[in-house]
């Protein structure tokens, strides 16, 4: 591919992410907020969004910036400028890329005028945001923000086409001296089919990489392996919108909307320093160190100890220590590519529920399923263990804490898969 020209960074905004956080950077820390999802499908649902991600975010005091990792609405374009208010409102710059559903429709029920064969676009995104595809340095860090959407009529799929090709080649190659790019899209970088030759240009750049994505209404972290065999650390942020703004309603009127993964609504901050970044996952409307939770699974051929780290990574280490476990210290859990029990809790209640209760209580269902959860660890127990509280030590190479939780129990057992 031709080098021909150097993608210039977008300065200006650069200057913007820097302005009036000059102190946190001059300290060696840069926080950034990445946000996926909110998906506002309706006035109600913008409510919902307003009164918790928007609200909570503009309340931070400690963020530099915000990435929004796309779908921002959920195909309703009327709701594109109201949504922008809310982010307008901010204390700090923010930063989006279109989502699937960030598209204009001009087929079905939304579309305004109805134009058949036309592919979705960015009319409206651009006319309100501008371009989809930007770069900027901020704290010694090249951020990398790209459109990944391809449609082809009403179907989308993940990938670049050839002119992004080049943006991105040209971006890599002539970052000057950062140690890490953030790339940021809207479906996963490890989603994306026919990678080749994006990876091949991810593969010349020295430094390290960092993916982070949204789309998948699940929170999880692992690893992306390029074509060249390096690999580089992937997150996937989940959803603020939750499960599509379904379930059972809080105190605040905010539906419940539980992740098919087992997270709760919510975001990741990352404290990027000079050697290094840590992330961690905050769960909309709740306190800082509601990071996971804790069960007793009785199924028919034993009984369990089972950990739900909501923004924990595949790689990640869980430790215990409870009465009620054998010996006086520390129990590995394992992962073993289970159910999160508040999925299996969530799917048992409504699976109890008659025909006429469900239709009844639509709104209240969560439209979740029988899924594996990429961030719950388990052990086995014995069968007359009685833990009330456990003390939960987890640690990846970028997350770590100490917390101590009430354990819950499922009511019925855990379904067979």
């Given amino acids: 591919m031709k080098r021909n020209y150097c993608i210039l960074a977008a300065v200006m905004l650069a200057c913007v992410a820097a302005a009036g956080h000059a102190e946190a950077q001059s300290h060696g820390h840069l926080k950034v907020a990445f946000v996926g999802d909110p998906q506002v499908d309706d006035s109600v649902e913008l409510g919902y969004a307003r009164n918790s991600i928007y609200k909570e975010l503009r309340q931070r005091e400690d963020i530099d910036f915000a990435i929004i990792l796309g779908d921002l609405v959920n195909d309703s374009m009327d709701l594109m400028g109201p949504s922008k208010e809310s ?8 930063f989006l890329i279109p989502g699937n559903h960030d598209f204009d429709v001009y087929n079905g029920r939304k579309a305004k005028v109805r134009q058949p ?137 905010i539906p419940y909307a539980l992740q098919n993964c087992g997270a709760p609504r919510g975001y990741f901050i990352a404290d990027f320093r000079r050697k290094g970044y840590d992330v961690e996952y905050k769960c909309v409307g709740k306190d800082r160190d509601f990071q996971s939770s804790a069960w007793t699974v009785q199924t ?87 833990i009330e509280k456990v003390r939960i030590r987890y640690s990846d190479p970028f997350m770590s804490f100490r917390s101590t939780v009430a354990v819950r129990q499922l009511a019925l057992p855990a379904p067979k898969e």
Wanted: glycine share 12%; net charge negative; charged share 25%.
């Fill in 87 to 94: 982010l307008d409102s901010l204390p700090y710059p923010w």
């Fill in 117 to 253: 064969g036309r592919d979705r676009d960015l009319v409206t995104y651009k006319s309100l945001f501008g371009g989809p595809d930007t770069t900027f340095v901020a704290g010694g860090i090249r951020f990398i923000l790209m459109n990944d959407m391809i449609f082809d009529g009403a179907e989308y799929g993940g990938g670049f086409d050839t002119a992004q090709l080049e943006y991105l080649d040209s971006v890599v190659n002539c970052s000057g001296g950062e140690s890490l790019i953030v790339l940021a899209t809207h479906i996963p970088y490890s989603h994306i089919k026919d990678r080749e030759t994006a990876d091949s240009l991810l593969s010349e750049y020295s430094g390290d990489i960092l993916f982070v994505s949204g789309h998948t209404h699940r929170v999880r972290r692992g690893d992306v392996t390029l074509s060249s065999g390096k690999s580089f650390p992937e997150l996937v942020a989940g959803a603020t919108c939750g499960s599509w703004w379904r379930g059972r309603k809080d105190e605040h009127g």
């Fill in 300 to 386: 028919d051929s034993c009984k369990r100890l089972v950990v739900n780290v909501f923004g924990g990574a595949v790689d990640g280490n869980v430790k215990v220590k409870a009465k009620g476990l054998a010996g006086s210290g520390w129990t590995v859990l394992e992962m073993k590519g289970e159910m999160a029990p508040e999925v299996i809790e969530v799917i048992n209640e409504r699976d109890a529920m008659s025909k006429k209760e469900r239709r009844a209580r639509r709104s209240e269902i969560i439209p979740l399923i029988h899924a594996r959860s990429p961030h719950v660890w388990s052990v086995e127990i014995p069968d007359d263990a009685a």
